[in-house]
């Protein structure tokens, strides 16, 4: 859609591990372009197909607008891994030099808990393929707990869920657990005929993180239609997930309301239910998906408020449904 010249713009950029989201609006909060591409975090692709994919984006949300890149106000880059300097460094000295004091780059927690608190201080609790809360206080402090990515954390998340469904099931395969509805559903899941062949499918695999995390439905099934050791790993994980909350929480020093996100609470699972039945704080759903968060940050550094008209505008940017996997252990 054309429009004319005299709209103040800004871009804002959600990446990921898996999914990079764009969007584009105006000083009202009026959408006016969205693109989705590859993942662009650069501590697990390339970095010159991460800067491609970000130029890409960026190029086509303008298209969409009808806007110069020069009109633009404010360019947010939410990204994984942005609290790394080696990150920072790369993404500054790739866009810097066109965008000058226009570019802000910031961890893509923060854009979670955005679209939650509309810039507001909060933490995040992200449960998609990896794990973390992030707080954001009052003073500008951040404080995280947990995002330690698959190997050293990532309790609770999707990735963690899904492990423990394939160990379960080897449990009960080898006698030492008991019988479990999830062993039919893992190895039909897996296309394969007894739980011994697991050990081939998930090793073989290039991305077992992935490939377990996908198996993390399978949970939700079984513990729906009734089956005990399904049901106790999702309490499991919710109890992990509300220990992040409150370290976050403590850490953070007041009592700040938590805003869930990733694909595992975005939706009314059994999780999300679970752990809203026990949590002993404010919790708070997104309003709009995390890149409307994104753009949320790059009007307020402008010095724009977050009015009734703005927060309306962003909130037509409502999460897609494809799993938001690209927080959590991947902010590590």
Request: proline share 4%.
């Amino acid at each position: 859609m054309q429009l004319n010249n005299t709209r103040n713009w800004f871009i804002g950029i959600d990446g990921g591990g898996t999914k990079t989201e764009a969007a584009i609006c105006d000083s009202s909060g009026s959408v006016q372009g969205r693109a989705a591409g590859d993942g662009s975090n650069p501590l697990s692709r390339p970095w010159p197909e991460v800067e491609e994919t970000l130029r890409a984006l960026v190029g086509e949300v303008c298209r969409q607008a009808g806007a110069d890149p020069g009109e633009v106000q404010g360019l947010f880059l939410g990204m994984a891994g942005a609290d790394r300097p080696e990150v920072r460094t790369r993404v500054e000295e790739a866009f810097r030099p066109s965008w000058g004091e226009r570019l802000h780059i910031d961890n893509d927690a923060l854009a979670a808990l955005y679209a939650g608190t509309w810039g507001a201080p909060g933490i995040v609790l992200i449960a998609g393929t990896g794990s973390i809360a992030y707080a954001v206080t009052a003073d500008g402090q951040r404080h995280r707990a947990g995002g330690w990515g698959y190997l050293l954390g990532d309790e609770g998340s999707g990735f963690d869920l899904g492990r423990q469904a394939v160990i379960s099931v080897l449990r009960a395969w080898d006698g030492r657990g008991e019988p479990t509805e999830l062993s039919e559903l893992v190895t039909g899941h897996f296309g394969i005929d007894r739980p011994d062949q697991l050990i081939a499918r998930v090793y073989g695999t290039s991305n077992p993180r992935k490939m377990l995390a996908e198996a993390s439905v399978l949970v939700e099934s079984a513990a729906r239609a009734g089956d005990a050791v399904a049901a106790r790993l999702i309490k499991q994980a919710a109890a992990s997930l509300l220990e992040l909350a409150e370290s976050c929480r403590a850490r953070a020093g007041s009592d700040l309301p938590v805003v869930l996100a990733g694909g595992m609470l975005a939706a009314d699972t059994l999780l999300r239910r679970c752990l809203l039945e026990s949590a002993r704080f404010e919790v708070r759903r997104p309003q709009a998906a995390p890149v409307a968060g994104c753009l949320a940050a790059a009007m307020m550094r402008a010095g724009l408020p977050m009015d009734e008209q703005v927060r309306a505008g962003l909130a037509v940017l409502q999460t897609d449904g494809v799993e938001e996997d690209a927080h959590g252990g991947e902010l590590a």
